[in-house]
């Protein structure tokens, strides 16, 4: 199947600090990417569509300053949490749709942990 | 602080048997269904997938079986193994746009 990196993994970070998380899409390219956001033992909740070129669509209850999307090229879209506080800490997940087939392929995530 | 969330069904197998994993739907205007592993602290990974216009589709050791009627989904794991153990979420896809709506998640768990 296609190939989703997220990267880091893992961020711990002190409170009121900015965290980027990148989404590459390896080969393939996805004109339309999707964060999520999950709590423990709980599903995934979609947060975001990012399309490239264009800005990024929110859901209901997701602050859209809060949670910036970039996704400035066909591989790449990057979530930036700002200010993060520990409310924020939550593993993030990232996912694109493949052109040819519509199939969806998730990273490997993100947890946050925000001190 | 202590967070407040839901707790996961969890379906308890003996390894070798076969395992059904259930769903239910909301939306009846969904037309792509699929199943997703999530393993702990890793992404969603795809299992299999079915359209609306078909009933059942396998794969090796996994069939999914869709019933319209009354909007559920099920994933049957044949020969269950300890790698299995995960938790399964089914999703559902609309006719209009992308995105892609999760169910809760169940627990599989795999006793040796």
């Known amino acids: 199947g296609a190939v989703v990196s997220q990267h880091p993994s893992w961020v711990i970070c002190k409170s009121g600090t900015s965290v980027k998380i990148e989404c590459r899409s390896l080969d393939f390219q996805a004109t339309t990417m999707f964060w999520y956001r999950q709590f423990p033992k709980q599903s995934l909740m979609l947060m975001a569509t990012s399309n490239e070129g264009s800005k990024a669509t929110y859901e209901q209850g997701v602050e859209k300053d809060k949670f910036l999307i970039n996704h400035a090229s066909l591989t790449l879209s990057t979530l930036t949490v700002t200010s993060a506080h520990p409310e924020d800490s939550s593993f993030y997940i990232c996912s694109a749709l493949t052109g040819a087939n519509e199939k969806l392929f998730f990273g490997s995530g993100t947890q946050l942990s925000v001190l | 602080g202590e967070s407040v969330g839901l707790h996961l069904p969890t379906l308890s197998v003996q390894e070798g048997d076969n395992s059904i994993i259930n769903c239910a739907y909301s939306?009846?205007?969904?037309?792509?269904f699929i199943w997703y592993k999530q393993e702990s602290g890793k992404g969603p990974q795809f299992i299999i997938d079915?359209?609306?216009?078909?009933d059942k589709r396998q794969g090796q050791r996994v069939t999914v079986l869709l019933n319209k009627t009354v909007k559920h989904l099920s994933l049957q794991i044949a020969a269950t193994q300890p790698g299995d153990s995960a938790v399964y979420f089914c999703?559902?896809?609309?006719?209009?746009?992308?995105?892609?709506?999760f169910g809760g998640g169940t627990r599989l768990m795999v006793k040796p």
């Open positions: 079915i359209r609306s216009n078909m």
């Open positions: 999703a559902e896809k609309g006719n209009a746009g992308n995105m892609l709506t």
């Open positions: 939306n009846s205007a969904s037309d792509y």
